[in-house]
């Protein structure tokens, strides 16, 4: 069974860091790449980052871009999200997100990590 | 490209059709997925290139469209589909998601 689990996620305040991550198993994670995409409170969805299998190729959007690193270690299953110089508008529940057939078309998804920016 | 969806909210009555627009700003061919999100979950895939369906999901969900125009119909609701609906386009970088249509029972 494919499963994605975040953590990381907490209160911090503006101008601070967060590294979020997650722990995938049941499928072979070197295989497929993956996302983040966020969701503000009472919001729609955002993708934020994507990192091809190998770690080679990383793309983010443009309202994280210069702020926020994505990274994965195959070896150990695992997805990451530095995230620097975090603002208020970044407080969001953030979810990891496998692709399906590398197109950006995400087939499964974690339960997500919250993540509050406030003074 | 912007991905609009209408209605922003909609309520059906258990076992009638519910049908769900999503339009982009431009073309996106059939690059276009749809998600379901229950209360409280993180979405799930009901659909990728705009009408096939990921396993496991009932074939009352339809996906339809192409182009500019597309459309998520419900053939007969059932309670377990309330949800919000999203659309998301992956034509082009970066992928982009509709605002979401709120689906209630009326």
């Known amino acids: 069974e494919v499963q994605l689990v975040e953590s990381g996620g907490g209160l911090v305040q503006p101008g601070g860091s967060l590294r979020l991550s997650c722990a995938a198993s049941?499928?072979?994670?070197?295989?497929?790449?993956m996302n983040w995409v966020r969701q503000a409170p009472g919001k729609g969805l955002e993708w934020v980052s994507y990192?091809?299998?190998?770690?080679?190729?990383?793309y983010y959007g443009d309202s994280v871009k210069g702020r926020f690193t994505i990274s994965r270690d195959n070896a150990k299953n695992s997805l990451y999200l530095q995230m620097n110089s975090l603002r208020v508008e970044d407080t969001a529940v953030y979810y990891c997100?496998?692709?399906?057939?590398?197109?950006?078309?995400?087939?499964?998804w974690g339960q997500g990590t919250e993540v509050t920016v406030s003074s | 490209i912007v991905m609009t969806q209408s209605p922003d909210s909609l309520a059906v009555s258990l076992g009638e059709r519910a049908t769900i627009n999503c339009k982009s700003s431009?073309?996106?061919?059939?690059?276009l997925a749809w998600y379901q999100q229950q209360p409280g979950q993180p979405p799930k895939l009901l659909f990728y290139?705009?009408?096939a369906r990921e396993s496991g999901v009932p074939d009352r969900f339809i996906g339809s469209g192409s182009g500019t125009d597309f459309t998520l119909t419900i053939s007969s609701l059932q309670a377990e589909d309330v949800a919000v609906y999203y659309c998301?386009?992956?034509?082009?970088?970066?992928?982009?998601f509709g605002q979401g249509t709120r689906l209630e029972i009326k």
């Open positions: 997100a496998r692709e399906k057939g590398g197109k950006y078309i995400f087939d499964y």
């Open positions: 049941g499928f072979t994670f070197s295989s497929y790449e």
């Open positions: 990192i091809s299998s190998s770690g080679g190729t990383i």
């Open positions: 431009q073309s996106v061919k059939n690059f």
């Open positions: 290139w705009a009408s």
């Open positions: 998301q386009q992956y034509y082009s970088s970066p992928p982009a």
